[in-house]
């Protein structure tokens, strides 16, 4: 008898059930076929590039060439050679201090400011804590370790000097106490240690300075002071000279006073570099502190000493300056930003030999120099790291992985002709380790938008980076030379060249960039310099759609969030609208109108005068928003250019504007609103008692004509008498608000980080709400140019007449939207629907299945709808530089939750299908060339065309909140995917990854998650990095392969990794620090020294600083802990090959170890048994010979 199974049954019906629900595009969408897994997806940091943000000090390793640098945020940064770079983070987040190299040992030790010191593996890729050592009672002023030691000296601020052994990371009970330090008869504290060094000659002789003034020649041996010198000023530095024989000290008081050893009662010389010496003899005005002081010898001639700091006091504003004194002359470097350290490279790392300087790097606040010594002019090397990427403020950023292989060399050829000149010509003097042997072989760019108005293209191959080529898009506009000039820019008083966001097209080379002034330029790359002419200028007049939403509001102040006003429905039987456009004489807009307002007026002036352009990146075309009727240009949200067509799009929360800029063409402006068709099921009004207020937001009858149009679009300080007019002050206060938001660019940063906010606290408040279909019909735009394209500068303003609704959209599809009540605020803080996305693509403009695939543009709402817009290019390419481009809406394909990120089009096997471009051709090379680029370049084939009823693309649509893939033509919606409730997405990218596509996504709550194309399975979630400011939002970037970047602070760029297979290949991709490298010799003593013993004399610190002698340090001064980067911790990261080998190091470091202490034993041991020995001979020796009765 067959046994019955009820699970059979109950996946029978689950099946059954599942499989009725679908759609037979979904079956068939079943079958599509997915090689991505969550094995292939693994997060990990990978590199940081740039400049340490708030640097504090600074060491140099003078062996293995290697420089490190700290911060106040507790962030290591070691440099090599170019490409050789490492970053270390302490848990704690307490500032550096100080840092000191056990020169080559492959080891660094760091001092905190929550007094803690850590001893640093870098031997390994990726360096490790082998050991923390944390004070409890005493606050850390001073490090010192002396070369080839493993004994370090801490001063801390009670004025003790304890000692710590290096490879235990244990105290000894040896201690420099203050009370012994300084004379007994001194009645007052002599403050914190401020130095500490031992004589280059005598390593038993310890110098010790305190803030006060006094230092102190302290004998290791005899535990006691030798010579004191006492000097009025406070201390801040102390140097040796080679020989041992004299030192030399900076004060506060902007003097150096040089001191012989023997004699202490005052110095051999008191000199003050940058102070007035007065005729009299007197004493010379006092000057700035000199922070820091280095004395370094040379074997054939003068010494040199180099000083930062000591500037008198009447130079006002006068920049930082490094001071090199050589002989008699002195010359006076002046620095951009203020002097964090600054170190004098030497060849020799032993201190009692001629020094012989060769360079000095100094760090600054934002920027690392290295000066050369050994040129005359003392000129600057030319950096090879790239610290550069905030010379002017990150505001947008792009990451291209795999790109065309003669790009870069196309971008560094035009690059390289501008470099500064001037620099020394000596290779960079810090050039250890090595760089990392890994498989990574595709070519990757990034781009850096900032807020002068620059861009930078920077290579990014090979976990590297450096600067390619820097275009400055402020060469296009006039310089203000005055206040006067500045009128139209109070918008964005600062930085009104910054750049908002830019699109690249890396197959034809051509980019796009919008400012937040609310300009559009237009580049096309050229290898050859273009002649001088006048740039080519159209300007648009995007009308602001001032709904009952937006009007002005007495009470409290106005939160945006995303809700928006009902858009009128174009009609399919509507005739088209069409408008021609003059070019203007003024080139610039017209003056402001009667009554005293802003209008046609740009925010930026154009060049008057031609402009010489060099190779690379030249204007093709500038597109500008004017001012209407007294109201700023929104800024420009949205941006996207497509070579192939020759259009650039570009939205704001007003409309969105099509540009031939082949042509040099408007096509097309429509408000947000006439982008949806006539029968939309998204048209809805708001379910709210509140009456709608008609002067604002009423609809008027198509009789009115244009003219209402235009007046109804006024501002409400236009000084009609249409009722869009309401209170006056209410607008006044209004148009005061928006002035006032808009004035700098650092708050509208700062108001988008605000709106973020709200969309989390509002997206907690969501609740679902009635819908009401009810909406005029308004007509479709459809715009045709008919101009023809002149070399004359032409200007051009059209505006199409946009509706003001008080019609909201419903949220209930939009979780962003807050809650509908009767209250007034809560309808008041709704705001427009903004255009945020474009993709430009091949498909289906109608779902009928017998269509043909065309060329599309869809758009994206901030209120989460999807449009279509279909493209209609002229036949030939002859024709398309005469005939007009038509441009027609195909209604909404989709709606989503939260405002659209990202689009892109899949193929029926899942495979991307990108939008087709234009091959790369010289625009200024001969004919014959031209033809030759086309030639080597293909288009990608076109997709294509539906066959037997059945779909053939998939429309992949992420928003904010959720991800939808549509069936196309049906306009089916196959999978939907919830990506998050509680919060919202920032930047969502379609990337291909291990030869399939995926959505990768980046949430304000710091999570990264990958889904899988089209099922939109989840691959990959992890909570890696909340959002802290808006710089991550605005800067965080995909790219295909798994790479992805983001701007961690100010200066840094943080790049990471979500593929498993470049996780696995880190190890060997990184870069190696430590190279073995011998020591060099130390410096020969000579006979006569020899015999007469007059060179350096050693000391064996273990006998004095060892347990046996001097005991066991309190246990409650510090408390060691192990690091993770000790013993066990290196046991359970290593892997493969190379763990078995730091395994077996490791085991070979231990039994070295318990030999050595085995060793120390068996000699202690023997020690006392010859002692005991000899005292038994001894007394056998005084008793042998005497009687019982004589003991």
């Known amino acids: 008898m067959k046994k019955f199974n009820i699970r059979k049954v109950l996946d029978g019906l689950t099946s059954s059930s599942s499989s009725a629900a679908h759609t037979g595009a979904a079956k068939e969408n079943d079958a599509v076929p997915e090689s991505l897994q969550s094995e292939h997806f693994q997060l990990c940091k990978t590199v940081r590039h740039g400049f340490p943000h708030q640097p504090s000090s600074m060491a140099f390793d003078p062996v293995q060439k290697i420089l490190a640098v700290g911060t106040l945020n507790g962030a290591l940064r070691l440099f090599g050679r170019a490409g050789v770079e490492c970053y270390c983070q302490h848990e704690s987040g307490a500032g550096v201090i100080q840092l000191q190299f056990l020169i080559n040992e492959g080891a660094l030790v760091s001092a905190l400011a929550d007094d803690s010191i850590h001893l640093w593996n870098l031997r390994q890729k990726i360096p490790a804590i082998l050991h923390s050592l944390k004070f409890n009672r005493e606050r850390i002023t001073y490090c010192h370790l002396p070369f080839q030691s493993k004994w370090l000296y801490i001063g801390t601020e009670r004025g003790n000097i304890h000692i710590v052994n290096v490879e235990s990371f244990t105290l000894s009970g040896y201690v420099i106490m203050w009370n012994k330090a300084i004379e007994l008869s001194t009645k007052t504290h002599p403050g914190p240690v401020v130095h500490i060094s031992d004589n280059p000659m005598d390593e038993g002789k310890l110098l010790i300075g305190y803030e006060c003034g006094v230092v102190v020649l302290w004998d290791l041996k005899s535990k006691k002071a030798d010579y004191r010198y006492n000097y009025d000023e406070a201390i801040h530095s102390v140097d040796w000279h080679h020989e041992g024989k004299q030192f030399v000290c900076s004060h506060s008081d902007g003097t150096l006073t040089t001191w012989n050893i023997r004699t202490p009662a005052k110095p051999t010389q008191i000199i003050t570099p940058h102070g007035k010496q007065p005729k009299d003899g007197k004493k010379p005005e006092p000057c700035k502190p000199i922070l820091k002081v280095e004395y370094k010898t040379t074997r054939a001639g003068d010494p040199f000493m180099v000083l930062s700091g000591g500037l008198s006091y009447d130079t006002v504003g006068r920049r930082a300056c490094l001071t090199v004194m050589h002989g008699k002359s002195t010359a006076v470097l002046e620095m951009d930003f203020p002097i964090v350290d600054f170190l004098t490279l030497c060849e020799t790392p032993y201190p009692n030999d001629f020094q012989e300087p060769y360079a000095v790097v100094v760090l600054l606040e934002r920027d690392l120099v290295v000066i050369d010594l050994g040129q005359i002019g003392y000129p600057i090397f030319e950096n090879p790291y790239p610290l550069s990427i905030h010379e002017s403020p990150v505001t947008c950023c792009e990451y291209f992985a795999d790109c065309p292989a003669e790009l870069i060399p196309a971008l560094y050829s035009v690059g390289s002709r501008q470099k500064r000149q001037g620099y020394s010509k000596k290779d960079w003097p810090i050039n250890g380790g090595?760089?990392?042997?890994?498989?990574?072989?595709?070519?990757?760019?990034?781009?850096?938008?900032?807020?002068?108005?620059?861009?930078?293209?920077?290579?990014?191959?090979?976990?590297?980076?450096?600067?390619?080529?820097?275009?400055?898009?402020?060469?296009?506009?006039?310089?203000?030379?005055?206040?006067?000039?500045?009128?139209?820019?109070?918008?964005?008083?600062?930085?009104?060249?910054?750049?908002?966001?830019?699109?690249?097209?890396p197959e034809s080379r051509m980019l796009c960039v919008a400012g937040v002034s609310a300009h559009v330029i237009v580049y096309r790359f050229s290898k050859q310099e273009a002649a001088a002419a006048n740039v080519q200028l159209l300007e648009v007049r995007m009308q602001c759609e001032l709904s009952d939403t937006d009007s002005p509001d007495t009470g409290g102040e106005q939160t945006p969030t995303q809700a928006s006003s009902v858009p009128p429905s174009p009609q399919e039987g509507d005739a088209p609208a069409t408008a021609s456009s003059q070019p203007s004489a003024g080139g610039n807009g017209s003056n402001p109108s009667s009554d005293g307002q802003r209008d046609n007026m740009p925010c930026l002036q154009v060049r008057s005068s031609p402009l010489k352009q060099s190779p690379g990146y030249q204007v093709e075309l500038v597109v500008q928003l004017v001012w209407v009727g007294g109201e700023p240009p929104q800024p420009i949200t949205s941006l996207a250019i497509n070579s192939s067509y020759g259009l650039v799009v570009f939205g704001n929360s007003n409309?969105?504007?099509?540009?031939?800029?082949?042509?040099?063409?408007?096509?097309?402006?429509?408000?947000?609103?006439?982008?949806?068709?006539?029968?939309e099921p998204y048209q809805r009004q708001p379910c709210s008692p509140r009456k709608a207020r008609q002067p604002s937001g009423a609809l008027c009858d198509s009789s009115d004509g244009p003219n209402a149009a235009e007046e109804r679009c006024k501002s409400p300080n236009s000084g009609s008498t249409s009722p869009c007019n309401s209170d006056d002050e209410r607008k006044a206060k209004f148009i005061k608000k928006v002035k006032y938001k808009s004035r700098r660019f650092s708050k509208t940063v700062a108001n988008d980080f605000a709106r973020m906010s709200r969309k989390i606290s509002s997206s907690n408040e969501h609740k679902p709400n009635t819908e009401c279909h009810s909406s005029p019909s308004r007509k479709r735009f459809y715009y045709t140019h008919t101009g023809t394209p002149t070399s004359s500068r032409k200007s051009v303003k059209l505006a199409f007449p946009t509706a003001n609704s008080d019609h909201n959209m419903n949220s209930k599809d939009n979780s962003f939207s807050r809650s509908r009540s009767s209250s007034v605020t809560s309808i008041d803080r709704e705001s427009r629907e903004a255009v945020c996305a474009f993709c430009f693509c091949e498909t289906f403009p109608r779902k009928s299945a017998d269509?043909?695939?065309?060329?599309?543009?869809?758009?994206?709402?901030s209120q989460g709808s999807v449009m279509l817009l279909a493209i209609s290019l002229p036949p030939g390419d002859d024709q398309r530089l005469i005939q007009p481009v038509g441009i027609s809406s195909c209604g909404t394909v989709a709606r989503l939750k939260g405002g659209i990120l990202t689009m892109a089009l899949l193929d029926a096997a899942g495979a991307a299908l990108p939008a087709s471009y234009e091959p790369w051709y010289d625009p200024n090379a001969s004919d014959e060339e031209k033809e030759k680029e086309r030639s080597r370049w293909r288009r990608p084939a076109s997709p294509p065309s539906s066959q037997e009823g059945h779909d053939s693309q998939f429309a992949v649509l992420c928003s904010e909140k959720q991800a939808k893939v549509v069936a196309v033509p049906s306009q089916t919606r196959v999978h939907k995917h919830n990506i998050t409730e509680s919060s919202f997405v920032l930047r969502a990218d379609v990337v291909q990854m291990a030869g399939a596509n995926c959505i990768a996504c980046f949430c304000a709550n710091g999570h990264i998650m990958t889904l899988s194309l089209p099922s939109l399975r989840p691959l990959l979630d992890v909570n890696y990095l909340p959002l802290t400011d808006m710089r991550i939002a605005r800067t965080f970037c995909f790219s295909s392969l798994g790479q992805a970047l983001y701007l961690t602070s100010p200066t840094e760029v943080q790049r990471i990794t979500y593929s498993q297979e470049t996780c696995d290949n880190l190890q060997e991709m990184l870069s190696e620090l430590f190279t073995p490298v011998e020591t060099p010799e130390a410096p020969n003593r000579g006979f006569f020294k020899g015999l007469f013993g007059g060179g350096a004399q050693s000391l064996d610190r273990e006998d004095l600083f060892g347990e046996t002698a001097s005991g066991k340090a309190s246990r409650s001064l510090a408390q060691h802990i192990p690091g993770p980067g000790n013993m066990e911790g290196m046991k359970g990261a290593a892997s493969g090959v190379v763990g078995d080998l730091a395994r077996a190091r490791v085991a070979l470091d231990e039994r070295g170890q318990k030999l050595g202490e085995l060793e120390e034993r068996t000699a202690a041991m023997m020690s006392s048994a010859e002692s005991f020995s000899k005292h038994a001979h001894d007394m056998m020796q005084k008793y042998k010979d005497k009687k019982w009765y004589q003991l």
């Open 434 to 505: 090595n760089w990392g042997q890994g498989t990574q072989s595709y070519p990757e760019i990034v781009i850096t938008g900032h807020a002068d108005g620059t861009i930078k293209f920077w290579d990014a191959s090979a976990l590297m980076l450096q600067v390619l080529y820097k275009l400055k898009t402020a060469k296009v506009f006039e310089k203000a030379r005055g206040k006067e000039e500045k009128a139209n820019t109070d918008i964005v008083d600062e930085d009104p060249f910054a750049i908002q966001t830019l699109c690249w097209c």
């Open 655 to 679: 409309g969105m504007a099509v540009v031939d800029y082949l042509q040099q063409t408007l096509l097309l402006n429509l408000g947000t609103s006439e982008l949806y068709g006539a029968s």
């Open 851 to 861: 269509g043909v695939p065309g060329p599309c543009v869809l758009v994206g709402t």
